[in-house]
């Protein structure tokens, strides 16, 4: 069975801080990968996407980057935080096919 | 644009009674559209609840369903019996597999009371 795992659950940041989150999709090859984002009462957004190991695709803009280093693992990151980017990081793994299954997510607090 | 609304929340109902939370969607962009109901309950992750490829199919899943209407661009999600068990956040979502991306609804937190 396919299996997504998110890390970490929650984290307390600083404004200025880096930030790395990471997603594993373990028992399917070559998924499709994806990032959301959802501010506190605001919509879930689609961030990243990415179709194969070293290709992410930049849907919203938001001084966030991702990368793709293994067919399994997508990673989430930037190098200064900002107040706004605190919310809920949701990774996703699908076939293309209409099938999205979705990890637990990350709570970030950026203070 | 590509777009989904839906009911806002928190909607209250009482266990046993029907529910109707309201989605409504614009594609303007995508060809072939996808719709979906997704169900966060308390300390879980998101899940899918039901899907619909196909405009005029019903979806259905736990005593839920909805209908796939191009007509009137909704989907709207519908149970008869509502238990306390199905407190949650539902999100309508409209996908579009040719470009990967999946547009959300804000979320409608429903609370169902004993």
């Known amino acids: 069975a396919q299996t997504i795992h998110q890390w970490p659950v929650a984290e307390i940041k600083a404004v200025g801080s880096p930030l790395s989150l990471g997603c594993t999709i373990k028992?399917?090859?070559?998924?499709?990968l994806y990032w959301y984002w959802q501010a506190t009462g605001g919509t879930l957004q689609q961030l990243f996407y990415?179709?194969?190991?070293?290709?992410v695709e930049s849907v919203v803009q938001l001084n966030l980057s991702a990368s793709r280093p293994k067919d399994d693992q997508f990673i989430l990151s930037t190098e200064k935080l900002l107040l706004s980017h605190s919310g809920f990081y949701l990774c996703?793994?699908?076939?293309?096919?209409?099938?999205?299954?979705f990890g637990s997510g990350t709570r970030l607090l950026v203070i | 644009g590509d777009s989904v609304t839906q009911t806002e929340g928190p909607v209250t109902v009482s266990e046993s009674e029907s529910l109707i939370i309201n989605c409504t969607y614009s594609a303007t962009s995508i060809a072939y559209p996808n719709l979906f109901w997704y169900v966060r309950y308390p300390g879980e992750g998101l899940q899918l609840l039901l899907k619909?490829?196909?405009?005029?199919q019903k979806g259905s899943s736990r005593g839920f369903e909805a209908t796939y209407n191009k007509e009137t661009t909704s989907f709207h999600l519908q149970k008869a019996s509502v238990q306390e068990s199905d407190s949650a956040v539902y999100y309508c979502a409209l996908g579009d597999d040719s470009n990967n991306r999946i547009f959300f609804g804000d979320g409608t937190q429903l609370v169902v009371k004993p």
């Open positions: 996703a793994w699908s076939t293309g096919n209409s099938d999205y299954t």
């Open positions: 028992g399917k090859s070559s998924p499709n």
């Open positions: 619909v490829i196909t405009a005029g």
């Open positions: 990415s179709i194969t190991v070293g290709q």
